[in-house]
Structures are given as C-alpha cells and as structure tokens.
C-alpha cells in the first residue's frame, strides 16, 4: 500500500513569505508527527496529532509556526514569516497508534530553503 | 528531560569488519527503543526495535539488546558490507510515543 507522502519535495522561499507544507499518512493511521531536521543533525520533534486533536504542541520552535490536521487525514504545517533558520528537512511520520511500541513511518521529507 | 546520546561518526570501515554504534538513553519509565536508518537518498526508515528490558531487536543482520541497566542500545554487525553505508539514528519513545532521537551516526563502508 501507499506510505507516508509529502509535498512539496523541494521549496525555496524568500526571507520573510509564508509556506505550507502537506502529509498524507498511511490510510488508517490514527497519530502523525513532524519533525524538523537541520543539516548534520538530529530530528526535531515539533508536534504529534491524535486524530484531529494535537496534544502535544512542545516541540514547535515560535508562534510563526502552526499546524492543523483534518479528517484524520491531512495535516498542514505552516511556517508564517519564514526566516533562514527555518531552513531544513520537515519530516512526517505516521503510526496505526500512538503507544510507544509502534513503529513511526516516516514521509520522504520536504526540503526547505529560505534566502 | 528524555535524552539520546549516540557515537559521533562518521565511522569508516572495511567490508566485513564488524560494527558497534553505541547508543545510551535517559528517561523515566520504561521506553522503547529503536534503531532508524537513512540510506542516501532515502527516507528514514524503521531498522530494528525492542520494547521491554532484554529484549533483543534485529533485522538484516543487524542487532541490540535493550540493557536497563546500563541503560544502552548497542548497535551490531558482524560483518558489515558497502550497501549498509547510510546514516544510523538511535531513538526512544517514552510515553505516548513522542519519538526521541539521536544525532546520527554516519557509516561509510568501504569496498
């Protein structure tokens, strides 16, 4: 079956636009994450939803940053007046459930670049 | 808070030698731990994991053992070869499986 999708694969922006980036989990799917990754690092955790709920929000770096998740399907992450330091890989990963023994499936990534 | 501390890399080796990536954690409770890996131009991708103390993880010839008590999650291989050159990411989830991670560990093997 289908994985986990994002898109766009590739976004270039200039300092101070506002972007958008989408994840599709695997169908059936209840909990979806994002996470942030800096080049020569580690993931970020940003935020993890449950359904359509995210209890979770402790991860997102400032308040440029939102995200929203409808139908327990589709979730945006949006990164309001983009900075330089927002460059990076935006990760999502879903699982069947959010219990610590599932496996996270993890999306190929969108790379973000800001100018 | 949770942590994840794993050897730096990269780590350069011969085909066949054998690895060891080295991976301790901090957290309360009794988390899960996992092993992720990265190969290039791939997606990060579940490799092994282990769910309770002495559990032991392993896929592809790859193995850890949850150890409790030196709270760590080795990586090994007995004899690696080119195709596992990719980038490693120790990994816990605690609680409702907010997912800590490593850094990485980049492993080049070479021919």
């Known amino acids: 079956g289908a994985g986990v999708s994002q898109s766009p694969s590739n976004k270039v922006t200039e300092k101070g636009k506002d972007v958008e980036l989408r994840c599709d989990p695997i169908?059936?799917?209840?909990?979806l994450y994002w996470y942030r990754q800096r080049l020569g690092q580690g993931l970020e955790f940003l935020i993890y939803?449950?359904?359509?709920?995210?209890?979770?929000k402790s991860g997102l770096p400032s308040d440029r940053f939102s995200a929203e998740r409808t139908g327990e399907s589709v979730s945006t992450l949006t990164i309001q007046r983009t900075q330089q330091e927002d460059s990076a890989v935006y990760l999502c990963a879903s699982s069947p459930t959010s219990i610590s023994t599932d496996t996270q499936y993890f999306g190929p990534g969108t790379r973000l670049t800001v100018l | 808070g949770d942590s994840v501390t794993q050897m730096e890399g990269p780590v350069t080796l011969s085909e066949e030698a054998f690895l060891t990536i080295n991976c301790t954690y901090t957290?309360?409770?009794?988390?899960?731990l996992f092993w992720y890996v990265q190969y290039p131009g791939e997606g990060l991708q579940l490799l092994l994991k282990a769910t309770k103390a002495d559990d032991k993880g392993s896929n592809k010839g790859f193995e850890a053992t949850y150890r409790k008590e030196t709270t760590s999650f080795h990586l090994e291989k007995g004899s690696v070869q080119v195709s596992d050159s990719a980038v490693y990411f120790c990994?816990?989830?605690?609680?409702?499986?907010?997912?800590?991670f490593g850094t990485g560990t980049k492993l080049q093997v070479i021919p």
């Open positions: 169908s059936g799917h209840t909990a």
């Open positions: 990994a816990l989830a605690a609680s409702y499986q907010k997912v800590t």
């Open positions: 957290a309360t409770g009794y988390p899960s």
């Open positions: 939803f449950q359904g359509n709920s995210a209890p979770d």
